[in-house]
């Protein structure tokens, strides 16, 4: 619309005819959001009008008016409708309308006006008193207290169908919560109260009407698209919210929180007897008794599982937050808290889960895990550039509002591995690990979608081998990001010593020996050798039996014998490594099984060159001759005897088992690296050992028993 058309447009906008008005302010809202238009009709007196068709009109004339009057404001434009004598008048006229109009479009604009409204105190950088009583939930509460269902109605509407009605009602919540948690906000009110009473008591007021449920639903919904930004916004409020709950300091001269450490205390059945007879708090001699008559433990706070007996002192690191965790965890699990109080009290005290340590712990492992200290509430202002759907999964974390269902699931976990594990003392914190490494598994790659109860069963029954595994495979890559180089040079130099190690384990079952059974001819009359490596490692000894003996022949029995020096190579069709490799790299040739029916005869051969003094001298070209036959009575025999004579000669193993238990103890030995785990055995020395015993008095009547 041309700006020369304005006074003729002013004219019927104060037209007694509805029709007339309807259609003019329906075309004011299509171009009252371009600044030069804006101006000539404000200057022109637009805005009484404006204010004039809100306060009087209804229906359709009512819903432009309202639309008109919030792109205005977008642009930045017409706060003075807002300041003077009448301007409470239209405000309590928009929340009447909120809270009595079941119209969607004017409810829209309503709310799309006090949004503009009450986040007008914040980008305003006016310190008038007069402009601060005029914008933010100042300028609301005459008309809140005239409408107290005002913010009933707004939390309803989060549950709305209509998605930008939602997104407006979810925008308002959002500005009424930063223009409470804004310090100039709390300091303008004039009301004596310091910073830190608005925020809790907003938003107690709104938690308690269920906001936290209809946003939580509303993250996890099909139409998050439509209201993508508000969601975002409401995401990093509650996480700075979380932040300034945990920067409020616990202070026992405070009377809230005394009631919370109290109510603690009480619901951790102080007077209950236990299993001895006496009380689970004045079991022992020790006890103090107050003025009033009444028994003191010394240990009231520590058998709660507090590190002293002044507990403000744990809560320097969780704050407030920590204590709110603890007293709403204590309170929904009452009884199960105070039955872990009686098991634990059973129990020495450098083996008792230190419930209360546990529930900080739980706080703070949540706090890093949702990255609340990143939150800022700058950040919390704009959320204007688009977000991409196939970015909702990483982007929204709903399950951050469902904070103390969370904590109490992570804590039963901790619980739950401290006992699987027989964990310590000294071990809380390799529990409180793997606890964080449970919740970034379970709840930080969670879809968008899944529920919490889906979260909670799935913390309950995650399998604690797969969690120590998981541990593993995280520490391993985050010593490679670390260390790089030095942790192949490690993994090597464990390889190395994980093959001397299987090398020794496979040599001593040729030194034990082993019966083979012939195979090939079945009218054989001794179907069964019996073979064993000499004590000096330089022969292998063999004969043939009718039978299998019940005790194994010693080497003076067997009266067949190979010297290993002589032996040219080992071939087997014991299955490789690498069912493809024809032969080794040290010359060790495997023939492939290619069938069942061949598997089932698996042969080891050794030979030998026909004149090894001619290969020895360099003269022609070397022959081998078969010397002896094993076929091994099982897979696992066969790879020891296999791998046992190969790595005799200095020749590499080639089957699969032995490469799997080189790895296996090369892993265990990264693992104990990795873990730092102590062992009684590097400990060094006890005090005194290295000292020689003094001869002194002895004489030399003694004796060496063979």
């Known amino acids: 619309m041309d700006q020369a058309d304005i006074p003729a447009l002013l004219s019927r906008l104060a037209s007694d005819e509805d029709a007339a008005r309807k259609m003019a302010v329906f075309k004011l809202q299509s171009s009252i959001n371009d600044p030069a238009f804006a101006d000539v009709f404000i200057s022109s007196g637009g805005l009484v009008i404006l204010r004039r068709l809100i306060m009087t009109s209804g229906g359709n004339t009512l819903a432009y008016a309202l639309q008109s009057l919030s792109r205005l404001l977008e642009v930045d434009?017409?706060?003075?409708?807002?300041?003077?004598?009448?301007?409470?008048?239209?405000?309590?006229?928009?929340?009447?309308?909120?809270?009595?109009?079941?119209?969607?479009?004017?409810?829209?604009?309503?709310?799309?006006?006090?949004?503009?409204?009450?986040?007008?105190?914040?980008?305003?950088?006016?310190?008038?008193?007069?402009?601060?009583?005029?914008?933010?939930?100042?300028?609301?509460?005459?008309?809140?207290?005239?409408?107290?269902?005002?913010?009933?109605?707004?939390?309803?509407?989060?549950?709305?169908?209509?998605?930008?009605?939602?997104?407006?009602?979810?925008?308002?919540?959002?500005?009424?919560?930063?223009?409470?948690?804004?310090?100039?906000?709390?300091?303008?009110?004039?009301?004596?109260?310091?910073?830190?009473?608005?925020?809790?008591?907003?938003?107690?007021?709104?938690?308690?009407?269920?906001?936290?449920?209809?946003?939580?639903?509303?993250?996890?919904?099909?139409?998050?698209?439509?209201?993508?930004?508000?969601?975002?916004?409401?995401?990093?409020?509650?996480?700075?919210?979380?932040?300034?709950?945990?920067?409020?300091?616990?202070?026992?001269?405070?009377?809230?929180?005394?009631?919370?450490?109290?109510?603690?205390?009480?619901?951790?059945?102080?007077?209950?007897?236990?299993?001895?007879?006496?009380?689970?708090?004045?079991?022992?001699?020790?006890?103090?008794t107050k003025k009033d008559g009444r028994k003191h433990s010394p240990e009231k706070w520590r058998r709660l599982g507090f590190e002293t007996e002044s507990p403000a002192q744990d809560f320097d690191v969780a704050g407030y937050l920590g204590m709110m965790d603890m007293t709403d965890y204590v309170r929904k699990n009452e009884d199960r808290f105070q039955k872990l109080l009686l098991e634990q009290a059973t129990k020495p005290i450098n083996e008792r889960c230190p419930v209360a340590r546990a529930s900080l712990a739980m706080t703070m492992i949540l706090y890093e895990h949702f990255d609340v200290d990143k939150a800022d509430m700058e950040d919390a202002k704009g959320y204007h550039q688009g977000v991409d759907t196939k970015d909702y999964d990483r982007v929204f974390q709903p399950l951050l509002l469902q904070w103390p269902r969370l904590h109490a699931a992570g804590l039963h976990s901790f619980f739950r591995i401290w006992k699987a594990t027989g964990a310590v003392q000294?071990?809380?914190?390799?529990?409180?690990?793997?606890?964080?490494?449970?919740?970034?598994?379970?709840?930080?790659?969670?879809?968008?979608?899944?529920?919490?109860?889906?979260?909670?069963?799935?913390?309950?029954?995650?399998?604690?081998?797969?969690?120590?595994?998981?541990?593993?495979?995280?520490?391993?890559?985050?010593?490679?990001?670390?260390?790089?180089?030095?942790?192949?040079?490690?993994?090597?130099?464990?390889?190395?010593?994980?093959?001397?190690?299987?090398?020794?384990?496979?040599?001593?079952?040729?030194?034990?020996?082993?019966?083979?059974?012939?195979?090939?001819?079945?009218?054989?009359?001794?179907?069964?050798r019996f073979a064993r490596l000499s004590h000096n490692r330089r022969y292998l000894h063999y004969t043939d039996f009718e039978k299998q003996m019940a005790q194994d022949p010693g080497l003076n029995t067997l009266m067949e014998k190979i010297d290993l020096s002589t032996i040219s190579s080992v071939v087997s069709n014991v299955s490789p490594t690498n069912d493809d490799s024809k032969t080794t790299a040290s010359g060790a040739t495997i023939q492939n099984i290619t069938s069942t029916a061949e598997k089932a005869k698996t042969k080891i051969t050794i030979y030998s060159f026909v004149n090894p003094a001619d290969v020895s001298a360099g003269g022609g070209e070397a022959k081998e001759q078969a010397v002896l036959s094993l076929w091994p009575t099982s897979h696992s025999v066969?790879?020891?005897?296999?791998?046992?004579?190969?790595?005799?000669?200095?020749?590499?193993?080639?089957?699969?088992?032995?490469?799997?238990?080189?790895?296996?103890?090369?892993?265990?030995g990264l693992k104990i690296r990795l873990l730092n785990v102590r062992m009684d055995t590097l400990e060094g020395p006890p005090a005194g050992a290295g000292i020689v015993p003094s001869r002194e008095g002895l004489d030399e009547d003694y004796f060496y028993e063979v």
């Open 77 to 288: 434009m017409g706060w003075d409708i807002f300041e003077g004598p009448t301007a409470s008048e239209l405000v309590e006229r928009i929340v009447e309308l909120i809270v009595t109009n079941p119209l969607v479009n004017i409810l829209r604009g309503a709310m799309s006006i006090l949004v503009a409204l009450v986040g007008h105190s914040q980008s305003s950088g006016s310190e008038s008193p007069i402009q601060d009583q005029a914008f933010g939930f100042r300028a609301l509460k005459p008309a809140v207290a005239i409408y107290p269902q005002f913010f009933d109605l707004v939390v309803q509407q989060l549950n709305s169908a209509d998605h930008a009605l939602c997104a407006n009602a979810l925008m308002l919540v959002n500005a009424l919560i930063r223009d409470a948690l804004s310090t100039k906000s709390v300091m303008a009110g004039g009301n004596g109260k310091s910073a830190g009473e608005e925020w809790p008591k907003l938003m107690k007021r709104l938690q308690d009407l269920g906001l936290i449920k209809a946003v939580y639903k509303l993250m996890q919904g099909t139409g998050l698209q439509d209201l993508a930004h508000p969601a975002l916004e409401f995401q990093n409020l509650s996480k700075v919210i979380q932040r300034k709950w945990r920067d409020v300091k616990v202070d026992l001269e405070r009377p809230e929180h005394r009631r919370s450490l109290k109510s603690l205390h009480l619901s951790s059945a102080p007077d209950r007897p236990t299993t001895n007879g006496h009380t689970s708090d004045n079991s022992t001699d020790t006890t103090a």
């Open 426 to 528: 000294e071990d809380f914190d390799k529990v409180a690990e793997l606890v964080r490494i449970l919740i970034e598994k379970v709840a930080g790659q969670a879809p968008r979608t899944r529920d919490i109860l889906e979260i909670e069963e799935d913390l309950q029954e995650y399998d604690m081998t797969r969690l120590r595994e998981l541990q593993m495979e995280l520490l391993e890559m985050s010593f490679e990001e670390t260390w790089g180089k030095h942790l192949y040079q490690v993994r090597d130099v464990l390889k190395q010593e994980a093959l001397q190690f299987v090398k020794e384990q496979r040599i001593r079952c040729l030194l034990e020996g082993a019966w083979f059974q012939k195979k090939e001819d079945a009218a054989e009359k001794k179907p069964w």
């Open 638 to 668: 066969a790879s020891e005897w296999l791998d046992g004579l190969l790595l005799l000669l200095g020749q590499a193993p080639v089957t699969t088992e032995t490469s799997k238990l080189v790895n296996l103890v090369g892993g265990y």
